[in-house]
């Protein structure tokens, strides 16, 4: 069974920084895409960033960019999301998404496997 696990979040301060970690359970998606998605109360799930394995194509969405980082493992099956200049409109529940395509990056409903959710709380 295909698995992403998702570390990291929790509280911080605006201005400050976290660091997501989400690993699969398998190769599977080395030559598809990884992505982090987010989800606030009462709004749509958006892609906040995103890895293409297959060329390293990396997306951010316009309100992260310069604050927020993706990277990936050597072994392909990790991605990181490095958040640093927190706002407090970055709170949200924050989910790994996998694909084993090569899809339009920020779409969510391109990626088959997601993980269970990380909270995300930046506080004033």
């Known amino acids: 069974q295909v698995q992403l696990v998702e570390t990291g979040g929790g509280l911080a301060q605006a201005g400050g920084s976290l660091r997501l970690s989400c690993t699969a359970s398998?190769?599977?998606?080395?030559?598809?895409?990884m992505a982090w998605f987010r989800q606030a109360p009462g709004k749509e799930r958006e892609c906040v960033a995103a890895?293409?394995?297959?060329?390293?194509?990396?997306y951010y969405q316009d309100s992260v960019k310069g604050r927020f980082t993706i990277s990936g493992d050597n072994a392909k099956t990790t991605v990181d999301l490095q958040m640093s200049r927190l706002k407090p409109e970055d709170t949200a529940v924050y989910f790994c998404?996998?694909?084993?395509?090569?899809?339009?990056?920020?779409?969510?409903?391109?990626?088959?496997?997601w993980g269970q959710g990380t909270q995300v709380t930046v506080s004033s």
């Open positions: 998404a996998a694909t084993k395509d090569t899809v339009v990056v920020h779409i969510s409903r391109q990626y088959q496997y």
């Open positions: 398998t190769r599977a998606f080395s030559t598809g895409t």
């Open positions: 890895l293409r394995w297959a060329d390293s194509l990396t």
